[in-house]
């Protein structure tokens, strides 16, 4: 089964970037749909970002559309969030998770993402 570890959270202002990455192992990231998701405090984990199995399609959630862009690394095995114009409301957990689906799109509920990284956590303050 494949493993996943997220890298590239902290602390930044409004305004500024971020590049999250999600390096795999045990399995290759063309493998799976591949999904970023988030958690603040206080609040269920919701999806951020998703991109299928092909790479040919990619999916947002309404509140980060035209600020993240997820992109898959065949070569670095990796999936990675650019993360810009950041707001305080971004401020979460941030998940890497692999959906093992025949399924041409993007899934947007927990329930079909079959493995989980440990988060980074993103703190935007004001």
């Known amino acids: 089964q494949v493993q996943l570890v997220e890298s590239g959270g902290g602390l930044v202002q409004v305004g500024e970037s971020l590049r999250l990455s999600c390096a795999a192992s045990g399995g290759t990231v063309s493998s799976y749909a591949m999904g970023w998701f988030r958690q603040a405090p206080g609040k269920d984990r919701e999806f951020v970002a998703g991109i299928n199995r092909s790479g040919g399609r990619t999916d947002y959630a309404d509140s980060v559309k035209g600020r993240f862009t997820i992109s898959r690394d065949n070569a670095k095995n990796a999936v990675t969030l650019q993360m810009n114009s950041l707001k305080v409301e971004d401020t979460a957990v941030y998940y890497c998770?692999?959906?093992?689906?025949?399924?041409?799109?993007?899934?947007?509920?927990?329930?079909?993402?079959?493995?989980w990284g440990q988060g980074t956590q993103v703190t935007v303050s004001s």
């Open positions: 998770a692999a959906d093992n689906t025949v399924s041409p799109g993007v899934r947007y509920l927990l329930k079909y993402y079959d493995y």
